[in-house]
């Protein structure tokens, strides 16, 4: 089974990558139109790549600056919210009962954490990957990672202990 073929690339990755850009996106429609353009990516530009042992790398770091490209593209722009006749916006955020702690709740406050934390714990804790990895998909040195998930994790219990307060 060749690895590079776009449709096993596709079912391999897709669930770590999706977990990665619902991190860094903050929702699932941004979310999902980064994987997609990943994906894009990879089906136009994959067949360059020269080890095929670092896909996985390729992919995470290309749906990293997708983001940010898009970040900076809103930074000019404008974004522009839909919201009801009423004024009431139309995906509204789910809360969750107090001094309630669960994987919904920490997701929460991971994506209150400022794009530097949480990119870093996310590729980590959800989707596992090494140091190593992290400062290549990151393009950063690793001892910035390992810094950056320490005060990532320090700063993401403190917004916990704030929701359970």
């Not at 941004?30 to 994906?39: K, P």
């Not at 290309?62 to 919210?81: D, S």
């Not at 959800?126 to 320490?150: F, K, N, Q, W």
Request: net charge negative.
């Amino acid at each position: 089974m060749d690895e590079t073929l776009f449709e096993n690339v596709v079912n391999s990755h897709y669930e770590p990558l999706y977990r990665f850009a619902l991190s860094l996106a903050r929702n699932e429609p941004d979310a999902g139109d980064l994987v997609q353009q990943t994906f894009c990516r990879w089906a136009t530009h994959g067949g360059q790549l020269r080890d095929k042992s670092k896909v996985k790398s390729w992919l995470f770091t290309t749906l990293h600056r997708e983001f940010l490209g898009q970040r900076r593209h809103e930074e000019k722009f404008q974004k522009v919210e839909i919201s009801t006749e009423d004024g009431e916006e139309l995906a509204a955020e789910s809360v969750l009962p107090e001094r309630q702690l669960d994987g919904v709740g920490v997701l929460s406050a991971l994506r209150r954490l400022d794009e530097t934390y949480r990119a870093p714990l996310a590729l980590f804790y959800l989707d596992e990957h090494s140091y190593r990895d992290i400062a290549e998909i990151l393009e950063v040195p690793i001892g910035t990672v390992m810094s950056r998930i320490s005060r990532g994790k320090e700063l993401l219990r403190k917004l916990i202990l704030e929701k359970q307060a």
